[in-house]
């Protein structure tokens, strides 16, 4: 096994294996959690469309997925720079490309773990109705590129930081921007301004997918577009950090 | 010839109370466009048509709508709070021979059988005209399920619980 691999294994299993991979993963289970008993305690709630209410409970996996990879991508070099380990590993036999490596693919292992912890929230809310199986392809399809995209950025940020504090603050006001959409719905959206970054934004990108495919049954190829531009975030955002990561802030 | 007088006033009372209950007309129709059979969930309108048929023009007119179950066994005014969100006509003047054409939507909150009813009045008059009643029932519909996301919804995080205090015993026993 290569050290990358090793790196990405160590990564991925502290989600599950570590106390504080595992408060993580309870707070997102919380969150997925909360959102599905409001559905049921508020009686107009209830009463969504089924697809209206996957397209919710997707919207709320990707924003609570996002930000516990804007958590682990802050503690990726900072984390190991505050705990003192960062140094060792760097002067370990391995190259910092490698080390960038075995943490983005850790990265990508917990976003897995993350997203069948889903699954099963998907389907308590939205069996029964319509597009229950395109909501669980789709949410793959983009939220998996728009998760680690922001997993990235926060890494990117933690190799150049002097703390996970900034690099968590600077990476959370990001997302707090672009999940926006989550919150403003797309009636408030409409205008030259809201349709201007519903263009660049990457969330806005998934959201609007979620919504085309789930709720109006919209077909793949209609989709291209949104999904060029989920893929170009992942794949600048993971630039990024391998610009960053090449000479990570020992102190 | 005191009598008489208080007969008199009492005439004259009871003519402008026949003649304020005459000037306002009111009638409620359903939408054509309404389901047939509601389910919780749909949304129906209904149509009102406030007539000043007197001779006075008609001002600070409010009119209401008004929602009452009649399931039998649950008899009981409805707060529309979750129902509507176009709950009143406030402040309008009807000249005579001038009508007021108003669209209520609802939404479906709940099932049963219910009675809606329009309600106005206005600035001068102390009375309150209604219109005729419209009855329609509300078929049940299978919503999001508790059954369902309840299980889900506490054990998944029951069972991280479960995890993480296992780590932590674990991590204790190793320490000590």
């Known amino acids: ?251 | 010839m005191k009598q008489l007088k208080y007969l008199l006033a009492g005439c004259l009372l009871l003519s402008a109370t026949l003649v304020s209950a005459a000037s306002l007309q009111l009638q409620l129709q359903p939408d054509p466009a309404n389901p047939a059979h509601p389910t919780m969930g749909d949304w129906m309108h209904f149509d009102s048509v406030i007539t000043n048929s007197g001779q006075q023009p008609i001002e600070g007119l409010v009119a209401w709508i008004s929602l009452v179950e009649v399931t039998p066994g649950k008899e009981q005014p409805m707060d529309l709070e979750d129902w509507s969100a176009h709950k009143a006509v406030t402040g309008t003047t009807l000249q005579p021979g001038a009508t007021l054409n108003t669209q209520w939507p609802m939404r479906l909150i709940q099932n049963g059988d219910y009675r809606v009813v329009i309600s106005t009045t206005d600035r001068n008059n102390k009375t309150v005209f209604t219109s005729p009643t419209l009855q329609f029932h509300v078929t049940q519909k299978p919503v999001v399920e508790s059954t369902r996301i309840l299980p889900v919804a506490l054990g998944i995080p029951l069972l991280i619980g479960g995890l993480f205090g296992v780590q932590k015993f674990r991590h204790q026993h190793k320490v000590s």
């Open chain 1, 1 to 251: 096994m290569n050290a990358s691999s090793l790196i990405a294994k160590k990564e991925r299993s502290a989600l599950l294996q570590n106390q504080r991979g595992l408060a993580w993963l309870l707070a997102y289970a919380g969150i997925l959690s909360a959102f599905a008993l409001l559905l049921i305690s508020n009686q107009e709630l209830s009463l969504l469309d089924n697809a209206q209410v996957v397209y919710m409970m997707a919207g709320t996996v990707t924003a609570a997925g996002a930000l516990i990879a804007v958590i682990m991508g802050s503690d990726a070099y900072a984390g190991e720079r505050e705990r003192g380990t960062l140094v060792p590993l760097l002067t370990a036999p391995i190259s910092t490309n490698e080390l960038l490596m075995g943490k983005a693919i850790g990265l990508a292992g917990a976003w897995g773990i993350m997203y069948l912890l889903a699954l099963p929230y998907l389907w308590a809310v939205g069996a029964g109705g319509q597009n229950l199986g395109q909501a669980i392809f789709y949410l793959g399809l983009f939220g998996t590129p728009v998760v680690l995209g922001f997993g990235y950025l926060a890494m990117a940020l933690s190799a150049r930081s002097g703390s996970v504090m900034s690099s968590l603050l600077t990476s959370l006001i990001v997302l707090l921007f672009s999940a926006s959409p989550l919150l403003l719905g797309p009636g408030l959206r409409n205008s030259a301004v809201g349709r201007a970054l519903d263009a660049i934004n990457p969330f806005s990108g998934a959201l609007n997918t979620y919504d085309a495919v789930i709720i109006d049954s919209d077909p793949f190829m209609s989709q291209l577009g949104r999904l060029v531009l989920v893929l170009l975030w992942l794949g600048i955002m993971f630039g990024v950090a391998r610009l960053s990561a090449r000479r990570p802030a020992i102190r």
